[in-house]
């Protein structure tokens, strides 16, 4: 039997589960929402064409208006001033955007604090434990956030100094951007950088570093806690916008079941 055969017959069976890791996309879905003066994207929003009526008897199709960076999605790195002559999210090679997935489970330390940052010593003890991160891995940061996702006021987690999620130091961001073996970083929060990132030097380091470093994010994303620490495989389905500083994208990691 071929590899892909093989594969098939796992995903019939149920040998191998697809975990669907995206949130869904509606008008409700928590979005980023910069302060003044700087101008936001939008999120979602339908307007009918037809709905088996006069203008369409026999089908329904709507018009969507939606950011690119709204509900899960990836983050290109034209995105950001260091990747702004890198690839636009049409232009990533696809076998970037199928990997091996590294857990790195902190949600014990979110629990008890919000603004809880990674350091490169979290991703130096995890290679201690589970060995090197493997090649075009995307390293997925388990938070518990997404437990907030249905409440976007809990989602955002804002006091007058700003929103309070969990993110990587600008040193934890450097490391993630030398190491040849990763391709992307994943999150549960609205963003791949924490909320108080605007305080770190530099600003939104995972945005810096990574996107600059030809590296890839996806956010929003659920079911984390569904994963193996290792093993698992990712998909990451964006738009192939042309020119495209990011895309709404489905996400889906593949695990082998006993």
């Not at 690119?68 to 696809?94: C, F, N």
Request: net charge negative; charged share 15%; glycine share 10%.
């Amino acid at each position: 039997m071929s590899v892909l055969a093989g594969l098939t017959a796992a995903l019939s069976n149920g040998s191998v589960e697809i975990i669907d890791l995206t949130t869904p996309l509606s008008s409700e879905t928590p979005i980023l929402n910069l302060p003044q003066p700087f101008a936001n994207t939008v999120g979602l929003s339908v307007s009918p064409v037809s709905n088996f009526d006069d203008a369409g008897p026999a089908w329904a199709w709507n018009d969507v208006t939606v950011g690119e960076h709204a509900g899960t999605h990836l983050d290109a790195p034209v995105h950001w001033i260091t990747g702004k002559d890198g690839k636009s999210v049409d232009q990533i090679e696809p076998h970037r955007l199928v990997g091996p997935i590294a857990v790195i489970d902190k949600s014990r330390e979110v629990a008890d604090n919000p603004d809880f940052l990674l350091e490169p010593e979290h991703f130096e003890q995890w290679q201690e434990e589970h060995g090197a991160f493997p090649e075009n891995c995307w390293v997925i940061f388990r938070t518990g956030w997404a437990a907030r996702g249905a409440d976007a006021a809990a989602f955002v987690n804002a006091d007058d100094a700003g929103p309070h999620t969990p993110g990587v130091s600008a040193a934890g961001a450097k490391w993630l951007a030398g190491n040849a073996s990763i391709s992307g970083f994943g999150v549960e929060t609205v963003g791949i950088d924490a909320g108080q990132a605007g305080t770190l030097d530099p600003m939104f380091p995972v945005h810096s570093f990574l996107l600059g470093a030809d590296k890839y994010g996806v956010t929003s994303l659920r079911n984390v806690d569904r994963l193996p620490v290792t093993g698992a495989t990712l998909v990451v389905a964006p738009l192939p916008i042309v020119g495209g500083t990011g895309s709404p994208s489905r996400v889906y990691a593949l695990v082998e079941r006993a």
